[in-house]
């Protein structure tokens, strides 16, 4: 049994994520949550809807993701679920998802990017040719946001509720690279490539890039005086089944014999659920949560400058603008 501490926030890595938005109402809310039809994202999305949160999965299997939609309604029939396609190994699918979404003229108060991946064995490329890891944990989510940022907006201000995006990274982020930082010229390259989890990696790299993606996001947000928050947390290790899908020892362990000492699924969910919805975060922004509480992510993922080329890189592959 997983248990810890109870930090400033007066919840712990113990805590579920139905007791963080225990009370709350949130049917004024609409929030999209990619990568839900399994682990955390599936209970980040049960515990929102629970909430009376209009809740829109976005998923690569909508065949999957229909399945789940019934699940959930099966034991709570009022709640609003809706099931809509995205695969983040594609920008085109990206670009689909936001045009189908903002043709809908849905509200958009939440918006919890949770989908990820972890490396394959050998260096993959996407569907429009980066490195996939890089692609589907940070450029995919990247465009995403930003072509969704004016439905977030007009949302923020035609509603006088606060907007609030959340990044799923990791503390592998400060494993994920070097001294030198992000070498961006090395990105695509497979001769650099890692498939290690663990250690400096083409994962934890793109989990320094979600810290380092919302950091960037909060400061343009104060900066424009917008009503819309971003912040990024560690989920904790968990006992679902990312690690296993790359076949490595040290990820059969992690999945198979420390089973017993991992946050299970209602537990990682919970910083997800919290950031979401509970009032003690609002106004907070920039700032990166464990086990429902503020930490420090690493010194590179404070550097604004490094935030900044960043974000004009990922621009730059997108052609995005915001």
Same mark, same amino acid.
């Given at each position: 049994?997983?248990?810890?501490?109870?930090?400033?926030?007066?919840?712990?890595?113990?805590?579920?994520?139905?007791?963080?938005?225990?009370?709350?109402?949130?049917?004024?809310?609409?929030?999209?949550?990619?990568?839900?039809?399994?682990?955390?994202?599936? !209970?980040?999305?049960?515990?929102?809807?629970?909430?009376?949160?209009h809740?829109?999965?976005?998923? $690569?299997? +909508?065949?999957?993701? #229909?399945?789940?939609?019934e699940e959930f309604l099966q034991k709570m029939p009022r709640a609003r679920i809706d099931v809509m396609e995205i695969d983040l190994n594609s920008l085109d699918s990206v670009r689909k998802f936001a045009s189908a979404y903002i043709s809908r003229a849905l509200p958009l108060n939440i918006l919890i990017n949770n989908a990820g991946i972890v490396p394959p064995p050998k260096f993959t490329l996407s569907k429009d040719n980066f490195e996939q890891v890089f692609a589907v944990?940070?450029?995919?989510?990247?465009?995403?946001?930003?072509?969704?940022?004016?439905?977030?907006?007009?949302?923020?201000? !035609?509603?006088?509720?606060?907007?609030?995006?959340?990044?799923?990274?990791?503390?592998?982020?400060? $494993?994920? +690279?070097?001294?030198? #930082?992000?070498?961006?010229e090395k990105i695509n390259d497979e001769k650099s490539y890692s498939a290690s989890t663990f250690s400096h990696s083409a994962y934890g790299?793109?989990?320094?890039?979600?810290?380092?993606?919302?950091?960037?996001?909060?400061?343009?947000?104060?900066?424009?005086?917008?009503?819309?928050?971003?912040?990024?947390?560690?989920?904790?290790?968990i006992a679902t089944n990312i690690f296993s899908s790359n076949g490595g020892a040290i990820n059969w362990i992690v999945t198979k014999v420390m089973v017993h000492v991992l946050k299970n699924i209602q537990q990682g969910a919970s910083t997800s659920c919290y950031l979401a919805l509970n009032p003690k975060v609002t106004g907070v922004s920039g700032e990166y949560f464990r086990d429902n509480n503020r930490v420090k992510p690493s010194k590179l993922a404070r550097d604004p400058e490094v935030a900044k080329k960043l974000w004009d890189y990922s621009v730059s592959l997108t052609e995005s603008k915001y």
């Open positions: 049994m997983w248990c810890g501490f109870k930090g400033e926030s007066g919840f712990s890595a113990g805590d579920t994520g139905e007791k963080v938005t225990q009370g709350i109402d949130g049917s004024a809310l609409t929030c999209i949550i990619t990568g839900s039809t399994n682990g955390i994202g599936k !209970e980040t999305a049960r515990v929102l809807a629970l909430r009376g949160v809740v829109v999965m976005g998923v $690569r299997n +909508v065949t999957a993701g #229909g399945k789940i939609k944990n940070h450029l995919g989510q990247f465009l995403l946001t930003n072509l969704l940022l004016d439905t977030m907006k007009k949302t923020a201000r !035609e509603s006088q509720i606060e907007g609030r995006i959340i990044n799923l990274s990791s503390d592998l982020h400060r $494993r994920g +690279v070097g001294k030198e #930082g992000i070498v961006f790299m793109t989990k320094l890039c979600n810290v380092l993606h919302t950091n960037e996001l909060s400061r343009r947000f104060k900066e424009e005086g917008v009503n819309i928050t971003a912040n990024s947390l560690h989920p904790g290790l």
